[in-house]
Every structure is written in structure tokens, then in C-alpha cells.
């Protein structure tokens, strides 16, 4: 029978359910998790043996970037990046390139091999939500959705400098329908706008040339459009300066700002069974917490400034951070941030691009490997481990490389068995730059996370501050078939065998994606239908049809005609749209 | 007959004397080899993609299994059989693995690719990407060899009796980082972009090469008895270049620094009267690439 499954005498964490590693069996009948089967269902399911063996969600990336024209400028500039990575064509699956930037279909296959059934690009410029949407179509097996960059747009920067809130709820709302997207993105606030001239913003209250508006009202701004508008997703916050030494200051000011915004998601769902509240509860999502979190003057001074942060994290209830981890090696940054692309060219000298997207927002990407050798990376690569075990509650941290700026999403294993074993670092700091241990405070931490903690940073986390957990993140009744067995025997957990973690991580037992087993051992075996998910939010007609006039009378200014902007359904694997903001 | 490799046998003006160690430019006398030949038999249209052919994947195999060894044609994989007749055993090891290929290899390419030990001797020419990736052993074409003969290789010998097309030693489209370590000789000539991205280990041309010779190196030597075309050491920020013939056309981010009767470069031991340039230092201010030109053939310099 299609999509039903039993996935019987695991060991079970399941954070949102607060199940913390009891032998239980999970059931999924046409796609959902049920409560039982019957005896007759259950002669026709497929039972999956997983007894001494950890049985998680499916594994939820909020923050990934693997889809859209940045990513497709990384694989074309990058040929060295695919020749020594090649997946042969089988019966089922596609042939296949590519490392820190493979292509659709290897990356739809590796991050089911590894147990994740669930990504969100993290930044599409509107002008490339069809080529973006694209991808995501070609991309196999991930449910999907992604992030609207806003920060920089011409019509928001002319309605936040006007103080006209309600039209720019209204042009946000009709972005995310128009694009088929799911939440905000905002990348270097104002900053981005002024690389149009060679320049950049470097204090929250700087206003940038021509539109004479801050980081701060344009931060401010678009959180109070998010909750008026009710979105599913906190403000994803890309904050100023990013990868400067002293970074961290401008980061802990800018999440001040949405310090008491009351979260508000409006979304008309059906939510599968949880025993913790699923709705989000923070104002302010920062993305890839790592490169916001630099202390010190230069590069021959900067240390971790990453403490500081967790401390007022660890104060505050509004902010949940990705952690941006630099796990060593390839990595290929690519970024909605111009002004900082272009930095790191003069830091690396590698070959780069820029561009400029319009009335939008910009972009950029370079090469970029990550050293033990360098005093910076191996900075970087504490300070990224310290985002995670230094804030307390990892219902504020979510585990991601910002695939592939720090590192390839491929790379996941590691810094899951980092944060689980302390031998594992030791063994790494011995490896690295001293700078490593003399910097950071990672040193100092023999904090290593539970099974239950990394389900909550994989799995149960992403999905409930994206707004997913109505249907990811939970084996709760309810909840999409997405399951995935490590074979790991949580009874006989050694963190001093980190070896045999890595194994486990590296290759999920089993991938089930909603009831279906999708990869055994890594090995696909078969390809169900996905889903791109995104917001359709409610406005009225009138605020709608007056925001429409200001967008028709400027957009003479765009390179294409208003007609062709919209990205229609087509483009979309089933498209999901999520109610926001219905007027019951 | 070698489609792939184009240059014409200039006649070599050499004011220089290289005094080379003895040995040092000859893989390392093996003992008892086991002996794996491989005799064409028929023309092959389509090129092959045959990086089985290593003493690696030759060893612990009879003559039979080698000839089950897969190669692509195009889109399809054939048994190695299909175009070669194979006599003899591998070796216990890569090392006792000596594989002779009687006649033209020109449309067969990877051969000895990531060959970490043992000889390969290639009676005739090699296809592009001959000892691509080569990590140690010792490989002689006696003809010429198609373009990116030892890209990004590591260590052991790659002999080429004939000449060389572009890239040999080079890095991958787009990589930043080409031959590592190993040798490189070439008796002949070589085209263009020879040793691009060059980190370290040598490459010695008895003939000219064409343009760009040492883009981006950073470290290694590479020796041209010959001439040079243009671009020589272009974007270089390590290594040392030495041309023994005239560069046509000086790369302009060079600076003299001295005159020099001698160079020595590990085994390597040059006599004669060198003008030394350090550069290129039109990308960075902080490059420390050493190119030498013999001074008697370069007066303008």
C-alpha cells in the first residue's frame, strides 16, 4: 500500500512530542503518521526493523542555499568543483556533478542519503523566483520552499522611509504570491543598495544614498510587516558588517531591535499532534550566526565574539540563530551580500562575480577553502561549534553550514558529531591553528548534546521556527511520514567513538519521506513526489489595488514587462500554498 | 598519425649547460616486474577513457581479468579486451606491475591515471591526460603525448620521449592548483600553459614552449632549454622558472634583481650567465616567483 509503513522497536526522539529515546513503533498510513494500523493495513505495509537503532523526523534544513541564479553562477564558475565528484546514472536516479555546489539532482539524492526530507532556500531575489523555482522543481525528493529577499527593494525602502507600513504589508504579501515564496529575507540591510555605488553601510543608523533609509528602520519595518502579515517565518535577518573583525557588536544591536515584537504566525493549517506548542515564538531568526560574530579590530586581533552573543541570547526569548559552521575544506560562498563577496575577493584573490539584481538587491560568489592550517578558519570553525553549545536552550539554535558558505550541506556529519563529542574536537583542535583554542571559549566546554538535543537542532527546531511543524519536524499523529533511522544504539552510545557516529550520520539506515522508504544505507531506492511550499497571504482588495498602482507606475523601471514578473504555478512540484493571514 | 599534438621539431638554441645528477631523471631500477602487454587491435574511433590502465588496478590480476577491466567509449563501457590483446599477469603489487603498450595509444586517454607505483611504457604516442593525478611510479611514452599529460600530479616520474601539448602539469579548468610534486621531462617540446598552477616538483623541457608557460605558479621549477613564446610566469607568486632560449615577448610584471652564474635547484644544477627577475607583480605586491633567462640569448632584457 502506497505511503504506509511501519517503523517498528526504535529508540524515538521526537522533541516536539517530548519523547526522549523510548522503544516505540511509528505507523504511516497514505503519507501521515496514524496512531495504529489495523491488522489488515498492516499485512500490506512495509515493516521497517529498527530495533537498536535511533529513529528521528526527517531532517529539516532551514537555511541552505541550493537553488536559483547565484547557485547556477557557483556551478558554472566552478568546473573544478564537479570533475572529481560524478554520480553515474541508474535505472531510477540521474547522473549527477558536483561538491560544494552539485547539481539538482545530486543534491536531492545526498540530502536524502544523509536523512533529510525537508530544505528551504534561504534568499531568492524576486527577479529569479522563476529560474529558482526551476530548480527547486528539478530537485528530487526534498519538500521545498524559500525565502524572498526584501531588504534592499526599491519599493520597500520607499514605503519604510515614507513610514507607510501598510502598503509595504500589502507589496509583501503580494511578492509571496506573486513568487510562490515563503517567507522574508533580509540580507545587509540598506547596505546592499549603497554597492550600487561602491559603498556599503556600517552603523544601524547610517541611512544609505537616494531612498535615506537605516539599517535599523528597514530591520524594524519589515519584522512589523512579518507579524502584521502573520508569516510563518521570523524576519530571517542576514545583519550588517557580516565577516568583519568587531562584527559582533552591530549583530547584538540589531537583534535588540526586535527585542518585545510579539510573534504572530496566522496560518491556516491543519496541525499534526504535538505536545509542545508547534507556533513559533520568536521575533527574529539571524542566519549563520558564526560569520555575525567576529570581536576584536582586524584580522591580526579579531577573536570570538560568539560569547557575547549567547549570553544575551541566553537573556533574551525573541532571537533563534543557524549557526553557519565551518567544517574545513571546499566551500563556495555565495550570498544576496555584494559589498561583502567583494571583500573576500581582496582577502582570497579567487576568482569571483557580482551582480546587481535590478531594483532588488545584489549578489555575489566566490570560491572559498577553509584551512586548519589558517589562524581564521580554524577561528571560524570554533566559533561555529561555540554558537551551538553556548547558547543553553537549543530550542534557540539550529545546526546549518549555510550550505555551502561554510561548508556543503555533505559536511552535516561532522559538526553533528562535533557537537556530541568532545574527544572529536580535541581530536580537531589538535589539527588546527592554535588560534583555535586561544581565541574561542570552545576550548573550555565539555558540553556534548544529546541525541534529543540534535533532534531538536535538525529536526524539531527548523521546522517550528519556520512554521513547519504543523506537518515536519514531529512524528506526531498528524505529522508528513518523514522518518529517519540511524543506526545508532543510543544504549551503547560512545562519544569517544566518534567514528562510528560520523558512519551513521553520513548514511542514514533508512530515508522515509512520507511513507516511503526513499534510501537504504544511502542508496536511493525510490523517488516520491515532493512539494514547494508557500505563502498565499490575504490582504484587502483596496490596500492591494493601491499598492498596485505605485508598483505598475515604477516598474518602467524593470528590464522586463509587468506581465512576465509573476511566477505562475507551472514552475512549482505541487505547489502547497500555506493561508496566511485569512479573515475568519 | 598524432592528430592531437602540433608542434613542429624546432631546432633547439641552448647556450645552456645543465649538469644533471646522475639517475635522477630515471625511475628508481624495480626488481622483478611482472610484465602485462597490451597489443591494440584495431583503430579506435571514439576516444577511450581508460584509467584502469594502471599498474594499481593491473595487480593481483591474470591477463584474463585484466581484459575484463572495463573502458568507456562514448556513452558505453566495453571489456579492455575489446581493443586490446592482453598477455601476462600483474605483479603481487603495483610496484612488481610493468605495463608495456605495444604500439599507438594517441585516441587512449587517463592512461596511468593516479598510478601510485610500478612502470608504465607506452611503445608509441599517449592521449590527453596521460599519468593525470600520477601519485608515484614511473611512466615513458616513447612518442608524443596529447594535451595535460600530468595534470595536478603528485609524485613519480612522467617521461615523455616525444612532445607535449597544452597543459602539461596543469591544473583542472578552474583550479587554482596544479602539479604538486613528481617529475616531468620532456625531450621534445610542449604548447602552452605548461606547469599552470604549478605548487611544487619539476618539469624539464629539452625543446621551446609556446605561451604562458608557469601561469600562477606557485612553487616547483620548471626548466626550458628551448624558448619561450610570451606570458612566461604570468600571475606567478612562487617557484622558479628558468627559459634557456629567448622569450619573445617579456611578461611586464617582472623586475631585474641581479646577475647570476648559477642556479640550483634540488638535484637540478644550472651553469651559465642568468639574468634573475622576481614577479609577477602585477596582481600582488608581495609575489616572490624567481624567473631566469640566459643572459647571452635575451640582450634586450
Known sequence: MAGTIAVKNGYVFDPLNEINGEIMDIFIKDGKVVRELSTAELKNAKVIDASGMTVMPGGVDSHSHVAGAKVNAGRSMRPEDHYKTNLQKTSLTHSGSGYTVPSVYKQGYDYAAMGYTTVFEAAIPPLEARHTHEEMRATPLLDMGGYLILGNNFFLMRYLHDGDIEKAAAYVAWMMKTHKSYGIKCVNPAGVENWGWGKNVHSLDEANIHFEVTPRETIKGLSEVNELLGLPVPLHLHANNLGHPGCYEITKDSLKILDGVKPRQDMDVEWAETKIDPSRNRSVYLAHLMFNSFAGTTWGDCESGVKDIAEYINNKDHVVIDSGCTPFGEATVMTGDGPAIQDMYKLTGNKWSNTDVEMEGGSGVIPFTYFKANPVHSLQWAMGLECLLLINDPWKTIMTTDSPNGGPFTKYPEVMTWIMSEAFRKQTFSECHKWANDRSELGGINRELSLYDLAILTRANPAKTIGMAHRKGSLGVGADGDVTVYNINPQQLDTNNYEALLQAFRKAEYTVKGGEIVAVKGDIVSLPEKRTYYSDVHVEDEREKEMLADVKEWFRYYTLGFANYPTPEKYLQNPTPIKINVVR | ?301
Open chain 2, 1 to 301: 598519425m598524432t592528430e592531437g599534438v602540433l608542434i613542429n621539431e624546432n631546432e633547439v638554441e641552448s647556450k645552456l649547460e645543465a649538469v644533471i645528477k646522475p639517475g635522477s631523471f630515471t625511475g628508481e631500477n624495480a626488481g622483478e616486474m611482472a610484465e602485462v602487454i597490451l597489443i591494440p587491435k584495431k583503430a579506435i574511433d571514439i576516444k577511450l577513457e581508460a584509467d584502469v590502465i594502471t599498474p594499481d588496478s593491473f595487480a593481483g590480476k591474470s591477463a584474463e581479468e585484466i581484459g575484463k577491466l572495463s573502458v568507456w567509449q562514448g556513452p558505453k563501457t566495453y571489456p579492455l579486451s575489446e581493443f586490446f590483446e592482453v598477455t601476462g599477469n600483474g605483479g603481487s603489487s603495483a610496484a612488481e606491475t610493468l605495463i608495456r603498450i605495444k604500439g599507438d595509444a594517441m585516441r587512449i586517454k587517463r592512461i596511468g591515471e593516479s598510478m601510485s607505483a610500478g612502470k608504465i611504457e607506452i611503445e608509441g604516442s599517449a592521449g590527453m591526460h596521460v599519468g593525470t593525478g600520477m601519485k608515484g611510479g614511473e611512466l615513458v611514452v616513447y612518442g608524443d603525448a596529447d594535451s595535460w599529460a600530468g595534470m595536478e600530479m603528485t609524485g613519480g616520474l612522467l617521461h615523455i620521449k616525444g612532445n607535449a601539448g597544452d597543459h602539461v602539469g596543469c591544473a583542472y579548468r578552474g583550479k587554482w592548483h596544479g602539479m604538486k610534486g613528481g617529475r616531468i621531462v620532456i625531450e621534445g617540446s610542449a604548447r602552452h600553459q605548461l606547469g599552470g598552477g604549478m605548487d611544487g616538483g619539476e618539469i624539464l623541457v629539452e625543446g621551446d614552449v609556446k605561451s604562458f608557460c608557469g601561469i600562477r605558479q606557485n612553487g616547483g621549477l620548471i626548466f626550458v632549454k628551448g624558448s619561450a613564446l610570451r606570458g612566461v610566469g604570468a600571475e606567478m607568486a612562487g617557484g622558479t622558472i628558468v627559459i634557456g632560449g629567448k622569450i619573445e615577448r617579456f611578461s611586464p610584471g617582472f623586475e631585474f634583481v641581479s646577475m647570476e652564474n648559477s642556479i640550483t635547484s634540488g638535484e637540478v644544477e644550472l651553469i651559465g650567465e642568468f639574468k634573475k627577475f622576481t614577479g609577477d607583480y602585477a596582481i600582488s605586491k608581495r609575489a616572490k616567483g624567481a624567473l631566469y633567462v640566459v643572459a647571452d640569448t635575451n640582450p634586450e632584457l
